[in-house]
């Protein structure tokens, strides 16, 4: 059995998700949400807020999702301290093309999320969700961060028929690099569904992908470099680290692609990533690229693709106390509950990043899409 590493009792999930059930029956109310089955552990949405293409598909929803004792008891059994929680793409209305129904469930939600977390303030961590694409995206950032008092955000990768790097987002990025925020990028739909449409592929293969795509067009059209936001990737950025040398090859070799000062890896070095990767050799790869200093801990909790040993995660990657207690929890409290006028502070050191040993080498979505 791997040990528990060292500040394990002070752990800092930064990727869970919670449907609070306020929003659930605002949803309800309105003809958007069939919650009949909720005691089974299943709602389901109206498909202009879930983004699943049908209003019959199954959401797991298990009691961890809006109960707050179920949730805290779940915690306790993997050994998180706390929990920095985002509403899922779910509820978001990721590919609906209406602002004024995007805008009022997203702040139904936001607000709902803010309550739930407010019932456990030493243990749960609100991130208020961003709608991307959205004229309003900036304004519910600023709303969040200032009336809700919530301490990060989330922000999906393409809303309203927009990829995330489309002018309309140009406020969203100016408040988030002029803020350094704590901002979790979490796929909100996955691209090709045409071909994934079996054996759950949407989640397993279609998020990494849309993680990738959606931080590329980031990376390649300058955004980053422009104002860089404090952005920490779910799912450990996907298929992105795999890409960091075909990226910056095509910025040194093709024109079309180079619109920044500097190669792609720069960037990528600058992001932020979570543990849900699910692989010791894949963590202990990407802990390597990028510092024990940029990676933090994620569990995608309490969905039934998650990480529910994380202690065990980090332990097994062998690191020294002090690099596995970043990402444990140092990471996140330094990113999470800075002062207000203080800049996120210096990552891991050069030193601490070479002491990481590298690894040894549209069509209707099927009910697998609601299951993540």
């Not at 207690?325 to 050069?350: S, V, Y």
Request: aromatic letters at 4%.
């Amino acid at each position: 059995m791997t040990p528990h590493p060292s500040g394990a009792r002070r752990a800092y999930d930064v990727h869970a998700h919670a449907m609070p059930l306020p929003v659930l029956r605002f949803l309800a109310d309105r003809g958007l949400a069939d919650l009949s089955a909720l005691p089974s552990g299943v709602v389901r949405l109206d498909h202009r807020v879930s983004g699943l293409g049908r209003d019959d598909v199954p959401i797991p929803c298990p009691p961890e999702q809006y109960d707050i004792t179920a949730r805290l008891a779940r915690m306790d059994r993997e050994g998180v301290a706390r929990q920095a929680v985002s509403l899922p793409p779910f509820l978001t209305c990721s590919t609906t093309r209406h602002e004024v129904f995007v805008r009022e469930i997203v702040t139904a939600g936001n607000d709902a999320l803010a309550a739930f977390c407010a019932a456990a303030p030493d243990r749960l961590t609100p991130l208020g969700t961003v709608p991307i694409g959205s004229r309003a995206a900036a304004a519910e950032a600023q709303r969040c961060l200032g009336e809700l008092e919530m301490p990060g955000l989330a922000c999906g990768t393409r809303g309203m028929g927009r990829e995330c790097d489309h002018p309309v987002n140009d406020p969203l990025w100016e408040l988030l690099g002029d803020t350094k925020v704590f901002t979790l990028l979490h796929p909100s739909t996955a691209p090709a569904l045409d071909r994934l449409g079996d054996y759950w592929l949407p989640q397993l293969v279609g998020y990494p992908m849309e993680t990738a795509l959606a931080v590329s067009r980031l990376l390649l059209g300058g955004t980053l470099e422009r104002h860089e936001p404090v952005l920490c990737l779910a799912h450990g950025g996907g298929c992105l680290p795999a890409l960091r040398g075909r990226l910056d090859l095509g910025w040194h070799t093709k024109p079309v692609a180079r619109h920044t000062r500097r190669p792609p890896r720069h960037g990528l070095d600058g992001l932020y990533y979570d543990t849900a990767v699910f692989s010791t050799s894949q963590l202990t790869s990407l802990v390597a690229d990028v510092g024990p200093g940029h990676v933090l801990l994620g569990t995608d909790s309490p969905f039934d693709l998650s990480d529910t040993t994380p202690l065990r995660t980090v332990g097994a990657l062998g690191l020294p106390a002090d690099h596995a207690a970043l990402i444990l929890h140092r990471n996140a409290t330094r990113l999470l509950h800075r002062r207000p006028d203080a800049p996120p502070g210096p990552a891991a050191t050069g030193d601490a990043r070479r002491s990481v040993p590298t690894p040894a080498a549209a069509p209707r979505p099927t009910h697998q899409e609601a299951v993540r």
